[in-house]
């Protein structure tokens, strides 16, 4: 049994599907647009109704078979992924061992495996062992679990029912009669498989005359594909670009995160300067900032108040800091200013990048 096809199968299979999508949106549109023809001659006669309706649902049409192109190869592969699956597990599933006639105790082999798998179930096997003594047959499960078959029963007896089967080679049927031993009922389906071959025939006929004539049009191709979808992502990517940006510009905490003034090194020196002359604080410098994941610099400067006590200079300086910089992408680091004789040190730290500056706002730093 063969579960995996040739991946031209499945691409059939995928093209036909895009095919058919299009064509029903295609008509389905227009059916819908021809409603309106007389109200479109009365206001613009002069206008082709025709070429007018086909160009609105091309449009649509373009998008169906734009984004059927995009999710192309990875439908093929999960469908080819799924088969590859049910094959390997028809294949290399091992029948339970040990499996003897419950008539006669005889050793038994198996003349047929069957697999079975839903939508949600996981596919599992099932095997046919037929008694190599007295020919009865038995089901039994890959784990071993025999196959519960449970009969039909007759609605007006309750009498399990029995089944024939009559097979005509001329005429390819198979007649399957279900039967109650001991009233009158009777159940008759005959399976006709010349017909279901015909109807199968018909129909891959029609699927193969559908994907000749419209594959080009409807399906595209490697080099069309990429063409449609970096047009419309760039699109998508610009109109995603505006509305992020309207967001922002609607939200207070990134207007103000905007606003913050982005000093470089030399102006922050020139500011916090200007703020400490007038506190006795003097001689500030800078020394080699780092330049790793973020701009951190430190600094030194004098108190030459000499009546000022270590702490009262030292927060002095920190609210001093902290006021100056409140405006701007710089803020004062976590472990404050140390003081040793006088000398006041500390570290200032830069922030750049705009989500940065929008947590500063939203911290309240």
């Known amino acids: 049994m063969n579960y995996l096809y040739p991946k031209k199968f499945y691409e059939d299979q995928y093209d036909l599907h895009t095919i058919e999508e299009c064509l029903d949106w295609y008509w389905r549109m227009r059916k819908g647009m021809e409603k309106h023809r007389g109200e479109l001659k009365d206001k613009e006669p002069k206008t082709d109704f025709d070429h007018e309706v086909h160009k609105c649902c091309s449009i649509t049409v373009?998008?169906?078979?734009?984004?059927?192109?995009?999710?192309?190869?990875?439908?093929?592969?999960?469908?080819?992924?799924?088969?590859?699956?049910?094959?390997?597990?028809?294949?290399?599933?091992?029948?339970?061992?040990?499996?003897?006639?419950?008539?006669?105790?005889?050793?038994t082999k198996v003349i047929s495996k069957t697999l079975h798998y839903g939508l949600d179930d996981d596919p599992?096997?099932?095997?046919?062992?037929?008694?190599?003594?007295?020919?009865?047959?038995?089901?039994?499960?890959?784990?071993?679990?025999?196959?519960?078959?449970?009969?039909?029963?007759?609605?007006?007896?309750?009498?399990?029912?029995?089944?024939?089967?009559?097979?005509?080679?001329?005429?390819?049927?198979?007649?399957?009669?279900d039967y109650c031993p001991k009233?009158?009922?009777?159940?008759?389906?005959?399976?006709?498989?010349?017909?279901?071959?015909?109807?199968?025939?018909?129909?891959?006929?029609?699927?193969?005359?559908l994907l000749?004539?419209?594959?080009?049009?409807?399906?595209?191709?490697?080099?069309?594909?990429?063409?449609?979808?970096?047009?419309?992502?760039?699109?998508?990517?610009?109109?995603?670009?505006?509305?992020?940006?309207?967001?922002?510009?609607?939200?207070?905490?990134?207007?103000?995160?905007?606003?913050?003034?982005?000093?470089?090194?030399?102006?922050l020196k020139e500011l916090i300067i200007k703020a400490i002359k007038d506190e006795d604080y003097?001689?500030?410098?800078?020394?080699?900032?780092d330049m790793s994941r973020y701009v951190a610099v430190e600094f030194t400067t004098n108190d030459t108040n000499d009546k000022r006590e270590e702490y009262d200079s030292r927060i002095s300086l920190q609210r001093i800091i902290k006021k100056s910089l409140r405006n701007t992408n710089w803020r004062l680091m976590s472990e404050g200013v140390s003081y040793r004789l006088g000398i006041l040190s500390g570290r200032l730290k830069a922030y750049e990048r705009e989500e940065e500056l929008i947590k500063l706002v939203e911290s309240g730093q």
């Open 62 to 107: 373009n998008v169906i078979k734009g984004e059927r192109y995009r999710h192309r190869a990875e439908k093929i592969k999960e469908w080819m992924d799924r088969d590859q699956e049910r094959q390997d597990k028809y294949d290399n599933t091992p029948p339970p061992p040990d499996i003897v006639c419950h008539e006669c105790y005889s050793p």
């Open 124 to 177: 599992k096997m099932s095997f046919i062992f037929e008694c190599l003594k007295c020919s009865t047959r038995q089901i039994f499960y890959e784990d071993g679990s025999e196959w519960d078959f449970k009969r039909e029963r007759c609605k007006d007896c309750d009498v399990e029912l029995e089944t024939k089967y009559r097979r005509n080679k001329k005429k390819e049927t198979l007649t399957v009669t």
């Open 183 to 209: 009233c009158s009922f009777k159940r008759v389906d005959v399976m006709d498989h010349k017909k279901d071959r015909e109807r199968r025939e018909k129909k891959d006929a029609k699927n193969k005359a």
């Open 212 to 267: 000749q004539k419209y594959r080009k049009e409807f399906c595209l191709d490697d080099k069309r594909g990429p063409q449609y979808l970096e047009s419309v992502d760039g699109i998508r990517r610009i109109v995603d670009s505006w509305k992020k940006q309207e967001a922002k510009d609607k939200d207070p905490v990134y207007q103000k995160a905007m606003k913050l003034k982005k000093l470089k090194l030399n102006q």
């Open 282 to 289: 003097a001689d500030f410098e800078f020394s080699k900032p």
